[in-house]
């Protein structure tokens, strides 16, 4: 495997454990139906979220990380929003 291959897959690893960490906490929640994650809108616990990356990373490197997590967030289950459509 190549030296950006592993890269990016432990970006994506740590995006998608920051994510966990965003729902463990409450500042989201996945979707009963589907599995989507979805932001809670709980800006304090995305805080907390970011305090606790502070103790492994730096805090500009949680701060950053947590961002782009929120970033990958629905602000509604797109599974729920189409069901409805149909």
Do not use: F
């Not at 599995?35 to 492994?56: Q, R």
């Not at 949680?62 to 459509?85: F, H, R």
Request: aromatic share 4%; charged share 30%.
């Amino acid at each position: 495997m190549g030296a950006s291959k592993r890269l990016l897959e432990e970006q994506q690893e740590k995006l998608e454990r920051a994510v966990s960490m965003l729902i463990s906490h409450g500042a989201a929640k996945t979707c009963e139906n589907h599995g989507y994650a979805i932001d809670a809108e709980d800006g304090e616990a995305a805080d907390s979220v970011k305090e606790e990356l502070a103790n492994e990373m730096t805090a500009s490197e949680a701060e950053e990380l947590v961002d782009n997590a929120m970033a990958n967030l629905y602000w509604e289950c797109p599974g729920c929003v189409s069901n409805m459509k149909g």
